[in-house]
């Protein structure tokens, strides 16, 4: 009474005035910022009522209202159940097919929900450990990796369009075809980040031959049987792939399913054999299967049909895995298909009345019969999350490499073309992509090596470094000019260029992997209380739906305070897990995150269920979290290095860069929310101040100089941001003669300089090429030494930047296997396996 008798008297106290509303609203706010429970909102709201006054009939509707929302079960039957019916009949939530569902339940979350929650736990995302080598994986790459690239060679295998026998039986022999099988079982048994660190490495020697040792480690037989095969086809297979004595492909892929690949035709129809014994019959026909015309065992998704019933889970049971010998009678392989020209094996199969036995071939045994789909979006993460990041890595660090190294050696004007402005945006620009997607590609890492499989996770690393790769390559052919567009042995990024749009298609093409998995799954899978809504409502169950509303109701209000707090303060009350130079940027991501899930909680609440056919929205959704998520990881990757203040220009620029994309994707939502009133309150106020209040802007001018210079000059940083690429030795080798070119050009530029100042000063004549070094080194103006340094760097130079010539007998490409004999004997070809009759 007494504690009223004060606050009452706090409140209305005159003198006090407006400080005591300020009080109130302070209050408040606070409790909205924290997101206070609801009883703490119950006491405190009485506390202020009951200070102010007010009068005695709206303390009586507050005191009801506060019992009937403060205990649970009064508040279950008498709000929440009609709440419920009339979501279930209005159909408010969206509709969830079998096959979706499957998607939605396979893997877990991880910190994307953080993002999701409005309020991440900064810490807990920095603090996540960093994916290390054993030192028997690092051996593997610095020795056997090492040795494979240098036997590959990628121009010869883009004339020959064959791995040299050589090649693969060392790729077989050493074990890189069981990466990731246990050594239990005769595999490497390594880590996703030490798959992932050699498929980068191979993929910077070659976008061909990388794929003979990244598809039978992705998802396929080998993953397949790890996680769901049955002990007897463990033994019998995984040994067998270990030793590469069995060539796995998988196959999913249909004239008619890609995308929608749910919507498989390929069948098995289940019956029992004289025998007693109980078969499948299968009929398929698929398309661009990887591996499969060189396969023995194919990996074969197909819906399975039992009319009888004999499993006792109906006539179809659905989609099913399984393994087919490639040599059984039926199965038909011969033919190839031409990835843009890109050498590796890929060919439609299709299978007539095929017979396999069930509990021998069906992955799991017939307990694994109708688990197909879910096996496979359970598996999904070793492709999306290791191969293609690994892949775009690898290629986006070699581009780094080349551009720097091309735009430092070639002169046009008298100056290193990397000198023009011009040229430095695409340099910078390459320069922090290479930055960020390494740093992506490792904060993935961190959860697939803690046994982790986040889906939406993966898809935002498939999808951003893909596009990451794409953009890098098509800068760094710009910058070469006509030495990136003459094929040859010199050309380097050639074949990257032409292979890029494989990656951007595989394993979920990229439109849909933004569209509909990174936000579609996310919205519902990462998103605190929206799945757990959506299953209560189709189970019926009252209790779980309470919870789950009233929980979002509190999330929303929380969200709105933090969001509105956080916008007007420009993020400056978050936490920040650490202090200095890269605080800010902190405290930006907690923002972007607020506003973030408010956001996604009024899009969700005005378009329910056809907010999941509203691509174009959903697609700047996934750009926000994308790029929250990869903002983090640059920031986390800054601190494991241990915050090199050489890397700040790319941290920098990565951070601003993901700002600016994050600001683009709000505005267009913003702009795009049609709807009567709160369409025209987005559009108008809010779309204003979101401009006014930007988080940022485009990377500026200054600081893609920076960037651009650090990756010219800082051999330091230049060697850190391309570690882990395959960089040969060998003279004759293209990449070596541009490296060597460059370090030495690196090291006469004092010279040149020295050169040029005389010029200058008038104690030498300007004259073109060596004449001038010469009059320099007569006119005492440079040593020997100097002299002949200078001279290395100009021949060096000279030769880095000639392009490869062909004679037209070698040229034509009936000529050419003339001129081109392969090395060694070529590798098998695709028509090996006898085409059943
Ligand atoms: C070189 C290569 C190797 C391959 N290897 C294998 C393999 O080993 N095994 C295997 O099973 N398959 C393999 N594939 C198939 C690959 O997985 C498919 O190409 C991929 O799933 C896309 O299918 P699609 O090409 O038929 O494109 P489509 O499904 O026809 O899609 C075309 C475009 O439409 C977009 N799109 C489709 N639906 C939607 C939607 N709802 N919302 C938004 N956008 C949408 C897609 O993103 C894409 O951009 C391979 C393909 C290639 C080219």
Not at 371 to 382: D, I, K, R, V, Y
Not at 394 to 410: E, I, M, N, P, Y
Not at 513 to 537: D, S, Y
């Amino acid at each position: 009474m007494e504690l009223l008798t004060t606050i009452n008297g706090f409140l209305l106290n005159e003198n006090l005035g407006l400080w005591a509303h300020v009080f109130t609203a302070g209050v408040i706010l606070t409790l909205g910022f924290l997101g206070a429970p609801l009883w703490l909102w119950t006491v405190t709201l009485g506390l202020i009522f009951i200070g102010f006054s007010v009068p005695l009939s709206f303390l009586t509707f507050f005191v009801v209202v506060a019992v009937l929302f403060n205990i649970w079960p009064l508040r279950q039957y008498l709000v929440t159940l009609p709440i419920m019916r009339l979501f279930q009949k209005l159909g408010l939530m969206p509709q969830i097919s079998a096959t979706e569902r499957t998607a939605l339940e396979a893997g877990v979350v991880w910190m994307e929900s953080e993002l999701f929650s409005g309020h991440p736990d900064l810490k807990k995302m920095l603090h996540q450990p960093v994916a290390t080598l054993s030192q028997e994986e690092q051996s593997f790459l610095d020795h056997e990796v090492e040795e494979l690239c240098s036997m590959i060679n990628d121009w010869e295998l883009h004339k020959t369009k064959q791995l040299p026998v050589e090649v693969f039986d060392y790729i077989k022999k050493k074990g890189f075809l069981g990466l990731i099988i246990s050594k239990e079982y005769g595999g490497l048994g390594f880590s996703p980040a030490a798959n992932s660190a050699i498929v980068q490495k191979i993929s910077s020697r070659s976008i061909g031959a990388v794929i003979y040792v990244m598809v039978p480690n992705s998802l396929g037989p080998a993953e397949l049987l790890t996680h769901y095969g049955t002990q007897a086809q463990k033994d019998r297979y995984l040994p067998r792939l270990a030793r590469g004595e069995e060539i796995p492909c998988f196959g999913l892929t249909e004239p008619t399913a890609g995308s929608d690949a749910a919507s498989i035709l390929s069948d098995g129809i289940l019956f029992k054999g004289a025998d007693g014994v109980l078969y499948v019959k299968l009929n398929w026909r698929k398309r661009w299967i990887t591996l499969a015309s060189i396969s023995t065992l194919i990996g074969l998704a197909f819906r399975l049909r039992d009319p009888e019933n004999l499993l006792g889970k109906g006539t179809d049971v659905g989609i099913t895995c399984a393994l087919i010998p490639s040599h059984l009678p039926g199965v038909k392989i011969g033919k190839r298909h031409d990835p843009l020209g890109i050498p590796f094996h890929n060919c439609p199969t299709e299978g007539v009345d095929v017979i396999i036995k069930a509990e021998e071939d069906i992955i799991g045994g017939v307990a694994g019969a109708g688990q197909g789909w879910q096996m496979l979006m359970e598996c999904l993460g070793a492709g999306r999350g290791i191969s293609l990041p690994a892949q775009a890595a690898g290629g986006t660090k070699l581009c780094t490499r080349v551009a720097s190294s091309h735009a430092t050696v070639r002169k046009q004007f008298g100056l290193s073309i990397g000198k023009f402005e011009g040229v430095e945006e695409p340099l910078a620009r390459i320069a922090g992509y290479t930055y960020w997607t390494e740093a992506l590609r490792r904060y993935v890492l961190s959860a697939l090596n803690q046994h982790i499989s986040p889906p939406v996770v993966t898809a935002i690393a498939k999808y951003t470094t893909t596009e990451a790769a794409r953009k890098v390559v098509n800068d760094t052919m710009d910058i070469l000019g006509g030495a990136g567009i003459s094929m040859g042995p010199r050309n380097i990024i050639a074949s990257m260029y032409i292979g890029t749009p494989i990656s951007i298609t595989v394993e979920g093409a990229n439109i849909l992997t933004r569209t509909l998995m990174i936000f579609g799954q996310g919205a519902l899978r990462a998103h605190p209380f929206a799945f757990k809504e959506v299953n209560a409502i189709e189970k019926n169950d009252l209790k779980s739906f309470d919870r789950a509303f009233w929980g979002h109701m509190g999330h929303i209000l929380r969200n709105t305070f933090r969001a509105l707090i956080l916008s007007f303060t420009r993020g400056y009350l978050a936490l920040s897990p650490v202090g200095g130079t890269t605080k800010r940027a902190w405290q930006k991501l907690a923002w972007c995150s607020a506003s973030f899930a408010i956001l996604t909680d009024i899009a969700m609440g005005l378009l329910g269920g056809q907010l999941k056919v509203k691509e174009k929205l959903t697609g700047r959704f996934a750009d926000i979290l994308s790029w929250m998520f990869i903002g983090s990881s640059v920031l986390k990757r800054w601190e494991d290095e241990g915050r090199p203040a050489q890397d700040l220009p790319l941290v920098k620029y990565s951070m601003s860069l993901a700002f600016h994309n994050i600001q683009e994707a709000f505005d267009g939502i913003y702009t795009n929310l049609d709807m009567p009133v709160i369409g025209w309150i987005f559009r108008g106020p809010i779309r204003w101040w979101s401009r006014v209040n930007m988080l940022a802007a485009q990377p500026r001018d200054r600081l893609t100089h920076a960037v651009a210079q650090r990756v010219l000059a800082d051999q330091e940083v230049r060697d850190r941001l391309t570690l882990g690429i395959f960089l040969p030795t060998h003279s004759g080798e293209a990449l070596a003669r541009l490296e060597k070119a460059y370090t030495t050009a690196k090291r006469a530029e004092s010279v040149d300089k020295k050169i040029r100042d005389a010029v200058k000063a008038k104690k030498i004549r300007k004259k073109k090429g060596s004449a001038v070094i010469e009059d320099a080194y007569q006119a005492n103006i440079i040593s020997r030494e100097e002299y002949e340094l200078i001279l290395n760097a100009e021949k060096l130079r000279l030769d880095a930047i000639q392009v490869d010539e062909f004679f037209e007998k070698e040229y034509l490409p009936g000529l050419s296997s003339q001129m081109h004999k392969p090395a060694v004997k070529p590798f098998l070809t695709g028509d090996w396996v006898q085409p059943a009759s």
